[in-house]
Every structure is written in C-alpha cells, then in structure tokens.
C-alpha cells in the first residue's frame, strides 16, 4: 500500500531518487540491445527484475516523493492519498505532465468503480505491469483513457478481445459491447458482436441476455451468421427480451419484424399465433410476415419464388444447429491420416420440402498438399524425389453432395463449418468458414491451426470438433411479369 500520510515531500530531494532509477533502467535496457555478434565472450547480466522490485519498493515507501496525488471518491469520506514521483509519472501520462508542472499536491475525483483499482492504477505506472479481473477491466480501461497511458490502454483492450470466452456469474461480453461502443473501440466492438453472433445460443440463456441494448438486439437480428438451434429459440428469447423490457411500441415492432418467420416450422407458428401474448399485442404490425410465410411453406418454392423475391434475409437461413440443417463431427487424432464421413439434411426450409433428403459426404485430410508443393521427380538424378515436409501441408475440407437431383433447381447450397474450442470450461465457436454451391471447399480452411501439437488451441483432449451446417438458399428460374 503506498503511504497514506499528510506530510509533503522534501523538495530537494525531487529527481534524486526517481531519476536514479530511471538511468539504470535505461542502462539495463541499452545493454540488452547491445549488438555483441562475432565475440563468443559476450554476455548479458540481466538483474531488471531486481530494479522492477526497487521501484515498487520507491513506491510503497513514499522514499524520494516530491508529488502528492489525493484520490476523492463518493464512496469515501476520506481520500486515498500516494506519495509519488513526479519523472516517472510524466513519463508514462501527459496528463499527470501537466496536472504536476506546477504544483506538487492534487486532488483527483473519480468514481467508486475507479478509485478502487487506483492503486492498481499507479502500480503500472512504476513497474509497467498489472493483473486483472473481468470485472475490474473496464474501470481499468477508463483510468488508461482519462490519463492516456496509451499502452496499459491497448493491453486492457487486447486482454477484453482475448477474455470473451472467460466464465463469468452474470455474463460481461455484453458490457462489454456497450463499452467499447461509448468510447469509439471499433475493434472491441467487432470482437465482442461476432463473440455474441456465434454463441448466441449461450447468450440467450444466461443473465445478461437482459441487458442487451435496442441497438445491439436488432444489430443481432440482422445478421446471418447467427448460430442457434432454429429461428423458434431465436423468438421465444426474442419474446422474453420484450416482455421484461417493455419497449414503446415502433421499438417491440421493428425488433419482431426481424425475425424470419418463414423458417419457423407451420405447426410451430400456428402455436405461437395462438399462445404468444407479444404476438398477440403486436399482430398488426406483423400480420403480412406471418401471411406470407405461410404461403412459403404452402406452395412450390418455384412457383413462390416467381411471384416474391426470395433474395432477401427473410428467406436465408440463418447457422441452425438442428439436425435436419447439418451434423456434428469429432475428429480425434486429426492429424492421423485422411477422414470421411456422410450425413443428410432437409433439401430446403419449406415445408413443400420437408420430406426430400440431401446426402452429403465430407473429406477431411490433414496435410493435403497444393499442387505446387507436390513431389515432383528430379532429372538430375533417375528416380528421386523432392523432400516434402509435414509442415508444408493444410488442412482440407471438402463437402459434396453424393448426387444431383432435378429437385436441386432452384436451390442453391452454402456451406458453413464451424470450429468448436474448449475455453475456461466452456466449448465454443472459435471460427465459422462459410463458401458456396460453387466451391467444394474453404480455401482458408484452419490455415494458421497447428493440428500437429496436442496442445493446439483448436482441439479439444487431441479432437478437432466440428459442425457443419448446408443452408439451403432459395433464388427463382423464371420471373413473372406483374
């Protein structure tokens, strides 16, 4: 703890102890660069760790202290107080630069939530590390901001990015997205909103599904790459998202009309018109989707697709993880040999559909070669081969239907493959790859995933898991003049 007195430091001692220290910090880090190459005598005495624990002691003591912060909170009638150094706090902020250009003692205000990692805070600043709790992440973030230390900014920052997956009682990816929305962090956004979109059955049922913001719930409903059982799961959390809520009505409105109502089963959209008091509040702003998506499922995509435009998000299925859109696949050893396996889905999500079957088989080969790392034989010498090495492989993904049918026209098929990683506990989705009819394959399919060690993020106890869903995309042959 730094020394919680009222006595001002000695002036004349100002740059002595501090500027002490930052010489042989330098020192120390000048002589780790040094360029010694060509003497074999050369040497490193590395002793930075003893200097990092020096500084923290210069803190803690208060020796050599020429600057006095005093931290106010509402939390606390009396404030913090720390016996700092001027030199080192200048150099790591240029707001504490100008705060102590003139003065020795200030006075800080800073919420509860702030002031508590406060210490924390100054830590960094002498000895240029810290650890910290999820929850203590975005104070700590507010703290790098407001003083700009624009390096302990950027690795709260990275340490959010890398902590999505991160166990927590009340959830904070979606606190997360708030945040970094309210200080303009594009890539923590980004981060935190494709975190959700794939795992957002997770989400749906955890305590901070009800924290989810207007804007960040129909940024969700836009999207395709949702992954989620069906569009029936989607509305009922959609449903008691609403219903605890209670938004004014254009907001309840706009959110229903984002749900794809055609790829919810006849049978299952009859129950929710007869039992779902949010369907029934709000029937009139929603009557034409539910009417059409009853004719979806009524007539012949061809015939449908003739008089409606099938090419809109209402008609795209979503990542649904039910069986009759795809299959699970455990693949243990996958750096073994080559692997295949088969499975069927539903041809399309109408219901004219339901009972046609597409067979797809599946390869998987751990080391496939493109054809220009392929052994080659040499001309110099008869018979031999260029040395090919494991390395210079990747893994392969190729998914093909095992026949064509005239039931196809009008379909066509995209592909997605989810990657599934175990982190603090929990299996998640790491990596979604997505290609279409016209591909046979991912061309980046876990291109940087080092399937050879069984430590590898991607596997789980030495097995890649995988699941792959075929959404069936509707588009019309002929167009009907109207």
């Known amino acids: 703890m730094a020394r919680l007195t009222g006595t001002r430091p000695v002036a004349t001692r100002r740059w002595g102890c501090a500027a002490a220290f930052l010489l042989l910090l330098l020192t120390v880090q000048a002589a780790q660069k040094a360029d010694f190459s060509g003497d074999s005598t050369a ?22 202290s020429d600057s006095v912060l005093r931290v106010r909170s509402a939390a606390s009638d009396e404030p913090k107080v720390f016996h700092t150094h001027q030199l080192l706090l200048s150099l790591q902020s240029e707001v504490f630069e100008s705060l102590l250009r003139n003065q020795s003692v200030v006075t800080l205000h800073e919420p509860p939530e702030t002031a508590a990692l406060f210490e924390k805070f100054i830590r960094y600043l002498y000895c240029g590390g810290v650890s910290i709790l999820l929850h203590q992440a975005i104070p700590m973030h507010q703290l790098a901001s407001k003083y700009r230390v624009w390096g302990l900014q950027r690795g709260v920052a990275e340490y959010m990015r890398t902590h999505l997956a991160s166990e927590s009682s009340q959830g904070h990816v979606v606190g997360w997205y708030h945040y970094a929305v309210r200080v303009g962090d594009a890539a923590l956004q980004e981060s935190c909103l494709q975190f959700l979109a794939w795992n957002l059955s997770a989400v749906l049922g955890s ?33 008691g998202w609403l219903s605890r809520r209670q938004p004014e009505a254009p907001v309840a409105e706009r959110v229903l009309r984002a749900i794809r109502y055609p790829m919810i089963a006849p049978s299952q959209l009859f129950r929710l018109q007869a039992q779902s ?21 009524a007539a012949s995509p061809l015939h449908f697709a003739k008089y409606f435009d099938v090419n809109c998000s209402m008609f795209l299925p979503r990542n649904y993880l039910a069986p009759s859109w795809g299959s699970q696949w455990v693949i243990t050893n996958p750096a073994r040999d080559d692997r295949s396996t088969s499975f069927q889905t539903q041809l399309g999500p109408s219901s004219h559909d339901a009972g046609k079957r597409v067979t797809w ?14 052994p080659v034989y040499s ?13 210079d492989g990747r893994p392969r993904l190729v998914i093909t239907p095992a026949t064509s049918s005239p039931d196809f026209a009008g379909v ?8 599934g990683v175990r982190q603090q506990g929990r299996v998640l989705v790491k990596h979604a790859y997505s290609f279409h009819q016209s591909s046979d394959e991912a061309a980046d399919f876990l291109a940087h995933a080092d399937l050879q060690k069984r430590t590898s993020e991607y596997l789980i106890d030495n097995s890649l898991h995988l699941h792959i869903i075929i959404k069936p995309v509707y588009h019309s042959l002929i167009k009907v003049k109207k």
Not at 210 to 238: C, F, I, M, N, P
């Open 43 to 64: 040497a490193t005495i590395n002793h930075s760790l003893t200097l990092l624990q020096r500084l923290q002691e210069l803190l803690q003591n208060g020796n050599g």
């Open 207 to 239: 305590a901070e599904w009800g924290s989810v913001s207007v804007e960040l719930l129909l940024l969700l409903l836009e999207r395709s790459d949702l992954v989620l059982h069906s569009e029936l799961e989607l509305y009922t959390a959609v449903e």
């Open 277 to 297: 008091a949010v369907l029934a509040r709000h029937r009139g702003a929603v009557q034409d989707l539910l009417f059409q998506a009853f004719q979806f499922h």
């Open 361 to 374: 088989n599946v390869l998987f080969s751990p080391r496939w070669l493109p054809v220009s790392l392929r």
């Open 379 to 391: 001309d110099s010498v008869a018979g031999a081969i260029q040395p090919v090495r494991i390395e």
């Open 412 to 419: 066509s098929f995209q592909k997605t493959v989810l990657v």
